[in-house]
């Protein structure tokens, strides 16, 4: 049976300045790849020791060696150009800005693993079980498909997607294989089809969004299918966008959760409820029995620290449609899906992590 976590995380997290600082000099060519890696495996330790002290019981390594949650797709995968394409969000700051992906601008050929840089420290100096994020295929179809390039190379999104599908099923098989407890599908592009503003965009650029849907739940469950599980718990992570405390979708979960809760195969839903933008709980009847709803009731975007009453109060209200001992608490989301990260402190962080841990105590024992 896979584990469960009745305190959970999205998986990254604000990243030191040593580590932002060692980035920027290994790309102006100052400092060596090795030394990059001394620096990242010291604040990667630092983490995993601020994580124990929190109380957590599930590890991560803060996504410390990724420049955003997707960018080992680019990194490990040729093919990617620097052209990017253009995204909206709302909050602090809001309006157009070129995405986190890069653009495919050739036949994608596969370099690495996506994740080889981040397995071998993780187990070997994690305290406890650990997470690895890995992105959902689904996403790049829309970030890093551009007309009339991409398609000199992938006649549709749908080409596209298939070959993508087949890397993450490989890279999340392997993590498999090498023994990794968690494994999470980090899949934000699930928004689009609860978005009425994104859904209209889709529609008048002469996509239908209910078969682009269809085509992403497919993609997720075939990035799954035939992996040898082998007590891993496997988790899908769906969000409303999360770059500076920014987020670019809002709407409940009543469109798509008869079909993506009650067909995809996964252990674990950790879903974004931080909000309004988030809708109610209604939408989780349809989550099968003994599969776990990962609540993200605790803002990543703001400093301000939750009500433990009010928290209390939101599962309880959960656990009228789904079964308390099948609920978990997390953050909505990560507290740094890019290297920049939100705006809040460390300071900040920690004190959302403890008061994590202490209210699933208080919940579940």
Excluded at 122 to 135: E, N, S, T
Excluded at 240 to 255: K, L, M, P, V
């Amino acid at each position: 049976m896979p584990a469960r976590f009745h305190a959970d995380q999205v998986g990254s997290l604000l990243r030191p300045a040593t580590v932002l600082n060692a980035r920027r000099r290994r790309a102006e060519g100052v400092l060596s790849d090795d030394g990059l890696r001394d620096i990242e495996d010291a604040a990667v330790a630092a983490a995993l020791a601020m994580q124990a002290e929190a109380g957590l019981g599930i590890y991560s390594d803060g996504e410390f060696r990724r420049a955003a949650f997707l960018s080992e797709m680019a990194a490990a995968v040729d093919g990617f150009v620097t052209e990017k394409i253009a995204m909206r969000w709302f909050g602090p700051g809001g309006g157009e800005e070129a995405s986190a992906a890069q653009v495919v601008g050739a036949r994608l050929q596969q370099r690495r693993r996506l994740t080889a840089n981040e397995v071998p420290f993780l187990k070997a100096h994690a305290p406890g079980p650990f997470k690895i994020c890995v992105p959902s295929a689904t996403l790049f179809t829309d970030v890093s498909f551009k007309p009339g390039l991409t398609d000199q190379f992938y006649a549709s999104r749908a080409e596209l997607l298939d070959e993508l599908t087949g890397i993450i099923r490989n890279e999340i098989a392997g993590l498999v294989a090498d023994g990794v407890p968690y494994v999470q599908i980090d899949a934000p592009r699930y928004a689009y089809y609860i978005d009425e503003r994104i859904r209209g965009d889709l529609t008048a650029s002469g996509r239908n969004p209910e078969e682009a849907f269809s085509q992403a739940v497919d993609a997720d469950n075939a990035s799954l299918a035939g992996v040898e599980r082998a007590g891993a718990t496997i988790a899908l992570h769906l969000c409303r966008g999360n770059s500076a405390s920014r987020w670019f979708a809002e709407g409940g979960y009543d469109r798509i959760a008869e079909r993506l809760f009650g067909s995809l195969d996964v252990d674990a839903f950790l879903l974004e409820y931080d909000s309004e933008r988030s809708g109610n709980f209604e939408p989780l009847r349809f989550i099968p029995k003994g599969k776990t709803v990962v609540l993200g009731l605790i803002s990543t975007k703001t400093p301000e620290l939750e009500s433990q009453d009010e928290l209390i109060e939101k599962i309880e209200a959960a656990a009228k449609v789904v079964p308390l001992e099948d609920l978990a608490l997390s953050p909505q989301c990560g507290f740094a899906s890019v290297a920049a990260g939100n705006l809040l402190t460390a300071d900040d962080q920690r004190r959302k992590l403890e008061l994590l841990v202490d209210t699933a105590r208080k919940v579940w024992g």
